[in-house]
Every structure is written in C-alpha cells, then in structure tokens.
Nanobody, 128 residues
Framework: QLQLVESGGGLVQPGGSLRLSCVAS????????IGWFRQAPGKEREGVSCISSMDGSILSADSVKGRFTISRDNAKNTVYLQMNSLKPEDTAEYYC?????????????????????WGQGTQVTVSS
C-alpha cells in the first residue's frame, strides 16, 4: 500500500527553522515527483514546493523562495522540507503528496483534488 508519513512539525518562534520529513513506503520514491502542500485554518490547501523524481529539479512557491528548500534522499525514501526564517503566515498543516513525473511541471498548479495520495500531515506553528 502506498503510504506517505510526514514528521518534524512543531512550535517555533518567528525567524526560526524546522525540517520536515516525508517518508514513503509501498513504492519507489525516486519514481515519483513529491510535493509539499500546506493548509491553514479556513484556507485552501496550497502548493509549497515540489521536487522531481530523478534529476532534482525544484519548484517553489514565491512565498517561500529563499527560505524553504526541498530535497530528497532516495536511499532513505525520504523527502525533506528545510524551512528557515519562518514567519507567522507559514503556520499551517503541512502535507506531502506523490505525483507522476510527467506532471512535475504542473505540481504547484494542480488542485489538491488531483492527487490521490497524502500523508497524515504535520502541524507547523510559528508564533512568539
């Protein structure tokens, strides 16, 4: 069974850092692009950053460029989201999802309903 499990969230002060992890099982991670999405209360789930299956190409939302870095370790079947210079507006539940590498360039554009597989989410709260 394809499964994605997020971890690493928590409470952090503005300007702080967190690293989120997305561990995949039931499939070979390097055969899929992986995206990080987030959803704040009362808002739609939005794309944050995506990484391609093989060559490491990256897409990031303008709101996180220069602050968040997505990476992958295929040997560990894990994708990371390093979040630096966190702001209160980054507060959200963060989810990872898998998609066909053929759709990578659309990762931040496709609505969440287009994706079949999600992790359980990990909460990130940025507050003083």
């Amino acid at each position: 069974q394809l499964q994605l499990v997020e971890s690493g969230g928590g409470l952090v002060q503005p300007g702080g850092s967190l690293r989120l992890s997305c561990v995949a099982s039931g499939f070979t991670l390097d055969s899929y692009a992986i995206g990080w999405f987030r959803q704040a209360p009362g808002k739609e789930r939005e794309g944050v950053s995506c990484i391609s299956s093989m060559d490491g190409s990256i897409l990031s939302a303008d709101s996180v460029k220069g602050r968040f870095t997505i990476s992958r370790d295929n040997a560990k079947n894990t994708v990371y989201l390093q979040m630096n210079s966190l702001k209160p507006e980054d507060t959200a539940e963060y989810y990872c999802t898998a998609l066909s590498p053929l759709l990578f360039r659309l990762c931040l554009s496709l609505p969440p309903s287009e994706y079949d597989y999600w992790g359980q989410g990990t909460q990130v709260t940025v507050s003083s």
